[in-house]
């Protein structure tokens, strides 16, 4: 092993105002975390706050975005002059997120840091961003992220090492002083993953004779995961797969696979000739976007079919204990929970409130409209795992993406959901928006100006049910007369101005629920949530800017 010579070095800095996590880390420009001891202080405060023992082991490794590899020195140099023991390193400063949870906790280590803006653009103008994660592979809960803030708000000091830069291309073992470095195959662990939770050779041969499937990864962190799974190990010619080279600026595509940003695929879906399956996935690996020729399923549908035919993959063959959405989540899956008489939990907005009851073993599956689903094999959302599932149940159902979700509707109705975001460019406009709709909440329902009749109002808070913790003010609900709800909250993962999120859904049956489209179906209650939330009024914005 290479060891290099280590000169420690304690830095005086001023400490930021700013570095307080939102939904999923800290997230800023690339240009904030490039200020001078910036990424340090926010480094320093996660150590400060995880106390790791000395000779601890951290997983890191990141999106490959624009300041990934840089962000990959700093924080291996803070590390060792932190005391960890060993960091384990995807080749390249490459993991996608879902596989950084998986070493995480294969390799029994202490916790680990995920560099990513997940779907935020890219590139030098683009965002950054850093959040860690616990021994469990789950992301730190709000409580831990809270107290990095309040330490970055006193963090005058940071400790690293003075040390030559890393290979990082190579896999193999190295070291900063006492801190053993690997560098490890990022892909290697988490293909060996999907291969127990799926039945690879029942794929492969549905590959090969029925089923074509196009997949994208948007030049970010999937590509070499998807070359690997899907074409060495199940056979799919690499010319179904696209933009698998992760690049730093995403190659200017915005990664987020939605219809707004990846209409590339929806406009592929509804051609002539379509393939079967097509799928996506974001910056870091951890959303997912499913379409079928002709079809584009809902985020809140795949969650729900999922858990109505678990049979078909070995790995969920038994069925779960229970299945979790975020409360904005279509409340298609609570359907299918009734009828098999497991629990479903409702959480606010954010993986890392699922993993609480991954962890006690509550639940089995859980997703997010935003096109995030995953289950209890890894603590974060899984982008190619929910592409794999899909692929099984064509292959053990026999059936098309698009049969496989009109069945479903037919059986179970069907639960329009749309997504309308407001970009406001004053963050106050937004607050104001907020404050005022909850100072009314309470004299809401009844009230006969509002467009639909809403019976029921509240703003969202959760009890953790496995360690009692509560969040308060997760999001404004609102229950109409004919069963529709309207969900309004704020983005916490934007870098500049606000979102106002409003989420729609409501569920019809019978025959004709399949030619609807959620826009005419969800018209009156969008109209409802507009004048009850005064949304032109607070924001100017007659219109979403735009709607999923
Ligand atoms: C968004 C999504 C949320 C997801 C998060 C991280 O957060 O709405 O479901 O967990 O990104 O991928 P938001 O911007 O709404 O706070
Ligand atoms: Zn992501």
Known sequence: MQSKKLKLREVDC???????SGTAGLRKKVTVFQQQHYLECFVQSIFDTLKLEPGSTLVLGGDGRYYNREAVQTISAMAAANGIGRMIIGQGGLLSTPAASNLIRTRKAAGGIILSASHNPGGPDGDF???????????????LTETAYARSLACDRYKI??????????????????TVVEIVDPVSDYAELMEELFDFELLRSALKRKICLHFDALN?????????????MLGVSPECISNATPLEDFGGIHPDPNPVDAAHLVKLAMSDGAPDLIGASDGDGDRNMILGSGMLVSPGDSLAIMLANTVVAPGYRNGVAGVARSMPTSRAVDDVARELGIPCFETPTGWRFFCNLLEAGKIGLCGEESFGTSSAHTREKDGLWAILYWLSMMAGLEQSVGEIV??????FGRCFFQRRDYMIANADDADALVQNLSSIISSVPGSSDTGQQILEADIFEYTDPVDGSLSTNQGIRLFSADGGRIVLRLSGTGTSGSTLRVYLDRTEHGPGVAEKSPADALASLGETAAAIARIEHFTGLKQPTSTI
Do not use: M
Request: glycine share 10%; hydrophobic share 35%; aromatic share 8%.
């Open 220 to 232: 970010a962190a999937t590509g070499p995961y998807a070359n690997r799974i899907f074409c060495d």
């Open 129 to 143: 961003g850093i959040k860690f994660n616990t021994a469990s592979g789950g992301q730190a809960p709000e409580q």
């Open 161 to 178: 090492a003075d040390t030559a830069a890393l290979e990082l291309d190579t896999p193999g073992e190295s070291a900063i002083g006492d």
């Open 406 to 411: 009109q069945r479903h509707w037919a059986r």
């Open 14 to 20: 001023v400490p930021f105002d700013d570095q307080r």
